[in-house]
């Protein structure tokens, strides 16, 4: 008979600012790895208005393709109605800011080129947190 556990913990970093991205799937992993879930689910939640998470591989010419995308999308200066960081509302808009990804074996189970990724949108340097709940059987 298994048993069913319920496990959160978070972690923090910083950003340097607009459109960087931050690969945490190491800190996905090892949350996994401590909560003893064997088989189950992880949510991750980045509880910011500015800043999201994404599953995509980490390549710096797929990495600079998604800045160019936000940009082009939601540019700068536009003439806004929100004063000084509308568009980066509006770019964090267009993602979520969570993901539930399995966990089979006791590890994060993320496809072959995934790597879960937090994207800033702010102008500016921030610390950032981001809250992991696995759940599962042990």
């Given at each position: 008979m298994?048993?069913?556990?319920?496990?959160?913990?978070?972690?923090?970093?910083?950003?340097?600012?607009?459109?960087e991205i931050v690969d945490l799937t190491d800190k996905?992993?090892?949350?996994?790895?401590?909560?003893g879930v064997r088989n189950g689910l992880a949510h991750v939640f980045a509880p910011h208005a500015t800043g999201v998470m994404i599953l995509t591989e980490n390549e710096y010419g797929?990495?600079?393709?998604?800045?160019?995308?936000?940009?082009?999308?939601?540019?700068k200066n536009r003439g806004y109605?929100?004063?000084?960081?509308a568009h980066a509302h509006l770019r964090s808009a267009l993602f979520p800011p969570d993901k539930t990804i399995p966990?089979?074996?006791?590890?994060?189970?993320?496809?072959?080129?995934?790597?879960?990724?937090?994207?800033?949108?702010?102008?500016?340097?921030?610390?950032?947190?981001?809250?992991v709940q696995v759940i599962g059987e042990q």
């Open positions: 298994s048993i069913f556990k319920f496990f959160s913990t978070g972690f923090q970093f910083s950003t340097r600012g607009e459109i996905l992993q090892a949350a996994v790895a401590k909560s797929l990495l600079e393709d998604i800045k160019e995308l936000l940009e082009n999308i939601v540019p109605r929100h004063t000084s960081n966990v089979v074996d006791g590890h994060a189970e993320l496809g072959t080129w995934q790597s879960l990724m937090f994207v800033e949108t702010d102008v500016h340097p921030r610390r950032r947190t981001v809250t």
